[in-house]
Nanobody, 122 residues
Framework: QVQLVESGGGLVQAGGSLRLSCAAS????????MGWYRQAPGKQRELVAI???????NYTDSVKGRFTISRDNAKNTVYLQMNSLKPEDTAVYYC????????????????WGQGTQVTVSS
């Protein structure tokens, strides 16, 4: 069974920084992509940033230039450095691991973390 454990959320003032971490544990042979999603009250969950196993990244427009996603493949861990935070960044942030291979041979699966609250005060 694969588990994603997130950490690093909290309360910060506008303009501040936070760093989220997400570690995947269990029997894992490979992970295609790891990413961060967020869901604000009354809104749909949206993709914030994603990083593919080869290192390429993609960000939603609202966080470009402020957030940086990185990944340690050896540790199956993904990070999200969030700078210049704004009140509109307030949401529950969810870690996602997609294309996870847990057995050979076998299919690939998707897993989600439990979510971590990020609150940015004005």
């Amino acid at each position: 069974q694969v588990q994603l454990v997130e950490s690093g959320g909290g309360l910060v003032q506008a303009g501040g920084s936070l760093r989220l971490s997400c570690a995947a544990s269990g029997t894992i042979f490979s992970i295609n992509a790891m990413g961060w999603y967020r869901q604000a009250p009354g809104k749909q969950r949206e993709l914030v940033a994603i990083i593919i196993s080869g290192g390429s990244t993609n960000y939603t427009d609202s966080v470009k230039g402020r957030f940086t996603i990185s990944r340690d493949n050896a540790k199956n861990t993904v990070y999200l450095q969030m700078n210049s935070l704004k009140p509109e960044d307030t949401a529950v942030y969810y870690c996602n691991a997609a294309g996870v291979k847990i057995r050979l041979p076998g299919g690939r699966y998707t897993y989600w973390g439990q979510g971590t609250q990020v609150t940015v005060s004005s």
